[in-house]
């Protein structure tokens, strides 16, 4: 059976892109047969993320608007031959699909996948309801700031009093060192705040935006810490029950135990 | 003014001497409110500016289906103004979006004083319904906006961005974070409680606070707050009638 699952948050540039992209190629190396859409219609991006731009020849507004079939504008990834990506038109805006036009689509896609993944805009306007229409599941995404949290408790308003699937959250870019300082929100008071079942937690790291901008989603590289978080929250999508990574605990390195250790020498002197 | 009655299948619409009853038939809702707004396009202009009494009978509409309804005859210059109903679920319904509630039998026989009763807002006294309360059993999220013309009970948060209004007093069974307004028609008796008590904004009947910019809380005790000598008081429940005083 084909699960249907909307990637979306409210507010933008907190990572539903990073996330579909992560979680598409993650639920693939577990041997899934995955589309992933972009349903961020003039602003497209998760095409750039997962490095399939150059291979654009027809997007959701031709497959929408008559002028392809649905195999010709799904695009294989360059690496995983299960996970195919259906892109967002770049020159048109969200009026040009209907939430209509997208039950239509996917309504093809069930049977011949496992998953699909839909990529939402920001927002809670025509391009969220796009993306929320065919949807059977959602996955909100949230960073640890209060802005962004208000907005996920949005959108699970809207879902709740629409009667929707179930949800689950993924909070993005936590930072452990404010966290532990008690200077950023942790993932317990956001869970705590929200109510709602915890997908993944995944750290603030560079090598994540470095992955993004040379088209290679880090779930591909599964000895960095956040590849890691996707692959178990791929794992959790499916049903099992994985435990989380201690994103909270981080050991210091060398260098931070010798710059501690000089620090609190200098200052011993000075008092 | 008796007005011939308008009847198909869907609606009824009378004009009595308080105003219009439109009555809504049994049978699928898009198809009443379309045929609603055809009697409206066409013999609007008839019935403009008066007060409506919507009858339902047994149908029970969503709040968004009578905010609709409510929105397309504001669109032809009519109020709605009061539902008739024996149904207690539309009670409920009808009384979250402020308006008049009245079972069948109360509406038949009403002795109107004046043709078409004039627009002006009615008195606290009468707006704010004592008797009732509504209880809800949700997290208020961000967005969401909770309407009672009597008291209010959340069992559950309500959250940043949340908003609680209220005719009578607010209860909050869980953390109150969001903007709550009790007393909401001027009623400055009115008071507000809470499990954990930190609202974004707070206004009894005509007095607004908000916490200290720099506040840090470490309270966990529940607390209530009340207007005394002009401002809002917050202090922690001890328990007893405390704080609910004569108006």
């Known amino acids: ?271 | 003014m008796e007005n011939p009655p308008i009847m198909t299948n869907a609606i009824a619409i009378k004009g009595t001497r308080e105003g219009l009853t439109i009555t809504l038939g049994s049978g699928e809702l898009g198809a009443i409110l379309d045929d609603l707004a055809r009697h409206l396009e066409t013999q609007g202009a008839f019935f403009r500016g008066g007060n409506v009494a919507l009858q339902t009978d047994e149908l029970v509409l969503a709040q968004e289906d009578l905010s609709r309804i409510a929105d397309l005859l504001g669109r032809h210059q009519m109020v709605l103004r009061t539902v008739v109903t024996p149904n207690e679920e539309m009670r409920q319904v009808a009384d979250a979006l402020g308006l008049r509630v009245l079972s069948p039998e109360a509406a038949e026989p009403q002795p109107a004083p004046r043709p078409q009763a004039p627009v002006a807002a009615p008195s606290a006294a009468r707006l704010v319904d004592n008797t009732r309360a509504s209880l809800i059993h949700q997290i208020v999220r961000s967005g969401q906006v909770i309407r009672g013309t009597g008291h209010v009970v959340v069992i559950g948060d309500v959250n940043p961005g949340g908003e609680v209004v209220a005719g009578g007093d607010v209860v909050v069974w869980g953390r109150l974070r969001g903007i709550v307004h009790a007393g909401a028609v001027g009623s400055n008796a009115a008071m507000v409680c809470a499990l954990d008590f930190a609202p974004m904004q707070l206004r009894i009947g005509e007095y607004v606070a908000r916490p200290a910019d720099n506040e840090k809380r470490k309270v966990t005790y529940p607390e209530v707050a009340t207007v005394r000598d002009g401002i809002i008081v917050v202090e922690p429940w001890t328990g007893g009638a405390r704080g609910k005083r004569a108006p």
């Not at chain 1, 993944?117 to 995404?141: H, K, M, Q, T, Y």
């Not at chain 1, 209060?146 to 936590?174: C, H, P």
């Not at chain 1, 060192?177 to 956001?190: C, T």
């Not at chain 1, 794992?235 to 390195?253: A, H, N």
Request: proline fraction near 4%; include cysteine.
């Open chain 1, 1 to 271: 059976m084909t699960r249907v699952i909307t990637i979306t948050s409210g507010k933008g540039g907190v990572g539903k892109t990073t996330t579909t992209a992560n979680l598409g190629t993650a639920l693939a190396k577990l041997g899934k047969r995955v589309v992933v859409i972009d349903t961020d219609i003039g602003l497209r991006n998760l095409d750039v993320v997962m490095g399939l731009q150059n291979r654009i020849i027809y997007d959701v507004v031709d497959l929408v608007e008559g002028r392809c079939r649905l195999r010709q504008a799904l695009i294989r990834d360059r690496t995983l031959d299960e996970l195919y990506l259906l892109p967002a038109a770049q020159s048109r805006d969200k009026s040009a699909v209907s939430p209509a036009d997208m039950m239509r689509v996917i309504a093809q896609l069930r049977g011949d996948c496992d998953v699909v993944l839909i990529d939402s805009p920001a927002g809670i306007e025509a391009g969220f309801r796009n993306a929320v229409a065919p949807a059977d599941e959602f996955v909100l995404v949230t960073t640890p700031d209060v802005s962004a949290v208000q907005d996920v408790d949005r959108v699970l308003g809207i879902l709740e009093a629409e009667g929707r699937g179930e949800t689950r959250l993924v909070i993005n870019r936590i930072r452990p060192e404010l966290v532990r300082r008690s200077e950023m929100m942790g993932p317990d008071e956001i869970l705590d705040r929200l109510n709602v079942r915890l997908l993944g937690l995944v750290p603030d790291n560079e090598d994540v935006l470095v992955s993004n901008s040379k088209g290679t989603p880090i779930a591909n590289d599964a000895r960095s810490l956040a590849g890691r978080a996707y692959h178990n929250m791929a794992r959790r999508l499916m049903g099992e029950d994985v435990s989380y990574l201690p994103v909270l605990v981080r050991r210091k390195s060398i260098w931070e135990r010798i710059g501690l250790w000089k620090r609190s020498a200098r200052s011993g002197a000075g008092g």
